[in-house]
């Protein structure tokens, strides 16, 4: 069985992946990035980003991608959409089976995984995802027209999702356990100014409910645990993120205690060969501009790791 | 990149071309200001072209089609939907990869 080889290998294609690839792309480093859509990564949800400098008048998050997949490709950055099915990257050589089949091998390799939304693990979660529990405002949005929904979180997701879903919703209830909000303070002003939305504190979302049509209200419990059912047709969950580290060697990996993955300043992880990008790594702020930071370093540390372990193949592109 | 194998269904086709269907048939529930929907778009082309004569690969566009979607009780999209005989066998949402796909088409052959 003949596997694929490359200098490296980037997994994820979202901001710091694609990032990541543009830099190693530059640098004629014989590179494949794996990803399992054709255009990936949490900004894809994001109706417009107003926070990524040089895009002064905002730019959609689907439409950010897209360009940055596309500033990765001019410079020759190879893709291959598949899923990964195992990863091996504790040798000198890391090897990827894929779930179609083949298998890849690399030099190096830069995580990028990224994280996804995280879910709040209660009754009714599950079997209304879909029919009525969404982690999705812009995709969500437009089916709740003139419908009364919640949103559960106070960080700038939520904030920033719930403002979006004004423009669809008669009446949005923010619920927070909390007694502030932790959104950055425009975010926080212009939720306080909009009429549409009202909000819940030191609240929690004890249970989803509903019947056939999906969702029909929600289980609370307020301070003292005294109990209420708001109804709503919709409940969208932004509180917080988890990462995607399910197949990667934990073992051998340092981390967090939430599975995020520590790295060193160059970005390299605990593995030889091995460095992080973007919201997998441990880290306190995680923005678009900080994930493709991330990924430019990360490049720049694998090519220098490439170049001294490696130095006979170092001009091999394809 | 668009094919011509996957199928563009409206409300008034949806009986006609998927539920009287000899064929099992993928449809995927989708909108243009949808960022996950348009991020699995070439995952769908290609089941399109390599189920080819086994099964049926369709797209919903959920703007212009309001009337299918409120009847399967779709919220969220992408949502994709496997039929079988005219009945709705299985169900995911969200932008999912494609070995996932894969084994809700082959469990409906």
Redo the contacts between chains.
């Keep these: 069985m003949s596997a694929s080889h490359y200098q490296l290998v980037i997994v994820g294609g979202g901001p710091a992946g694609l990032t990541a690839g543009l830099y190693a792309a530059r640098a004629r480093i014989n590179t494949l990035l794996i990803e ?5 990564g949490q ?4 109706e417009r980003v107003d926070n990524y400098p040089g895009f002064a008048d905002g730019v ?3 439409e950010l ?1 897209e360009k940055m997949a596309l500033h990765a490709e001019r410079f020759g950055l190879q893709k291959k ?3 990964i ?1 195992e990863f091996a990257l504790e040798g000198p050589e890391k090897r990827f089976s894929l ?2 089949g083949e298998t890849i091998t690399a030099d190096a390799v830069i995580l990028c995984n990224g994280a996804r939304p995280r879910k709040l693990n209660i009754p009714g979660e599950r079997e209304f ?4 529990v ?1 982690y ?1 405002a ?3 949005g ?3 027209r003139n419908q009364e929904i919640a949103v559960v979180g106070g960080g700038n997701t939520a904030i920033q999702e719930a403002l979006h879903l004004t423009k669809f919703a008669q009446k949005i209830t923010v619920i927070h356990r909390r007694s502030e909000l932790r959104a950055t303070k425009i975010l926080q002003e212009r939720a306080f100014a909009e009429e549409k939305i009202e909000f819940v504190w030191n609240t929690q979302v004890k249970a989803v409910q509903g019947g ?3 969702v029909e209200s929600l289980l609370l419990s307020g301070e003292g645990g005294a109990e209420q059912v708001l109804p709503v047709t ?1 409940v969208f969950m932004f509180i917080g993120i988890q990462p995607n580290n399910e197949l990667l060697p934990l073992e051998v990996l340092e981390h967090d205690q939430a599975g995020f993955l520590h790295t060193d300043e160059a970005m390299a992880t605990a593995l030889p060969g091995v460095f992080a990008a973007g919201d997998i790594r441990s880290k306190k702020f995680r923005q678009i501009v900080n994930a493709a930071s991330d990924g430019a370093v990360a490049a720049l540390s694998a090519g220098h790791y490439l170049e001294q372990h490696f130095p006979n193949t170092s001009d091999k592109s394809s | 990149m668009a094919n011509d194998k996957v199928v563009h269904v409206s409300d008034s086709e949806f009986e006609n071309k998927v539920i009287a269907s000899k064929l099992p048939c993928l449809v995927d529930f989708w ?1 243009p ?11 769908i082309d ?1 089941l399109a072209v390599e189920y080819d004569g086994k099964a049926m690969v369709a797209k919903v566009n959920v ?1 212009d089609n309001p009337a299918t979607p409120g009847k399967f ?7 994709l939907i496997m039929f079988k005989n005219g009945e709705a066998v299985d ?1 995911i ?3 999912v ?3 996932q796909l894969q084994a809700m088409i082959d469990k409906a052959l």
């Design positions: 399992k859509t054709a255009v990936s900004v894809l949800v994001t959609s998050g689907y991608m959409l598949a899923g099915a779930e179609n995802a879909g029919r009525g969404s999705c812009t995709c969500d437009p089916f709740y056939k049509s999906g919709g | 909108a200001w949808c960022g996950p929907c348009k991020s699995i778009g070439p995952v290609e703007d009780g779709i919220r969220a999209i992408p949502t169900q949402t969200g932008a990869g494609k070995a």
